[in-house]
């Protein structure tokens, strides 16, 4: 695996502060840019080595998808009625986050999810009668399983889809943003596949109620986000933020795409 010592991907600043060395003995550094205060881990992992199956062997990769496909969760419990009760837990959740986006900014006709996993946020759209579906993961093996078992045809490895601008009456990176390498960037690419007006979801965690840091290395988290540099690039990307909620040390953004170009 080859390592980078990355610029702010928001500023591109190179002047940081350093927040914690050898985060967990894994040889990298928590740091923050002195400008902006985005915070990422350096050095980390470039892309090219980690393409184009996910994080680890191709074992690894199927075995995980499999996994997160049985239970609805990496830490499986048990029991086969506890497993059952989690893919129970994640569809209420799920529910009731797609439902909070669609009384906020409308319901869709169509989503893109970037970092769809096996599908499972998608499925419990179509339930909820969205008709479209667009989704990416760079676990071939998930994508896979979107296909096979959930029926979606419109599901694809790699990092994002091809898809026409501005096509996707909504976005989602849930759980997505903190594993990527260029947050801004991505932000700024599905701003370009939303319709004017569109709706973004976005979770991740909230650094400064992550007290102890959460999973580091150089296939792991790349960026913890403080809810101010959160909201910066958010905003900077071209949305508006419509809701922000925080829930132990998740915070969920649903935003609203700008009508009009941002001036950054
Ligand atoms: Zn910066």
């Known amino acids: ?25 894994t040889k990298h550094n928590f740091v923050e840019c002195q400008k902006c205060g985005l915070r990422y881990y350096s050095p980390r992992a470039i892309y090219s080595s980690i393409k184009p199956d996910g994080y680890g062997t191709e074992a690894a990769c199927k075995n995980q998808a499999e996994k997160y496909y049985e239970n609805a969760s990496f830490t499986p419990r048990a029991t086969p009625d506890a ?40 499925e419990d759209a179509r339930e909820l009668g969205v008709k479209e579906f667009y989704g990416c993961d760079i676990n071939k093996y998930a994508i896979e399983i979107a296909k096979a078992r959930l029926g979606f045809d419109n599901v694809k490895h790699g990092f994002f889809c091809d898809m026409p601008g501005e ?51 150089p296939t792991g988290h790349r960026y913890h986000f403080t809810s101010k540099a959160f909201k910066n690039i958010i905003g900077a990307a071209g949305f508006r933020i419509i809701d922000f909620k925080v829930r132990n040390i998740m915070g969920t953004v649903i935003g609203r795409k700008f009508e009009e170009k941002a001036t950054i």
């Not at 390592?3 to 991907?9: Q, V």
């Not at 129970?88 to 909070?100: E, I, P």
């Not at 260029?182 to 700024?188: E, G």
């Not at 701003?191 to 965690?205: H, Q, R």
């Open 167 to 217: 096509s996707a009456d909504m976005g989602i990176m849930h759980n997505y943003i903190e594993h990527t390498n260029t947050p801004f960037d991505d932000l700024i690419i599905i701003n370009g596949m939303l319709k004017p007006g569109g709706t973004l979801i976005i979770k991740t965690f909230m650094d400064e109620l992550d007290i102890d840091g959460s999973m580091v290395g």
């Open 83 to 122: 497993k059952k009760g989690q893919r129970a837990w994640l569809k209420r959740y799920n529910y009731d986050l797609l439902n909070r986006a669609f009384k906020l900014n409308g319901k869709p006709e169509s989503i893109y999810e970037a970092g769809c996993a096996v599908g499972f946020m998608l």
């Open 1 to 25: 695996m080859m390592f980078e010592t990355p610029e702010c991907n928001f500023c591109k600043s190179k002047s940081i502060i350093l927040l914690k060395t050898n985060v967990r003995d």
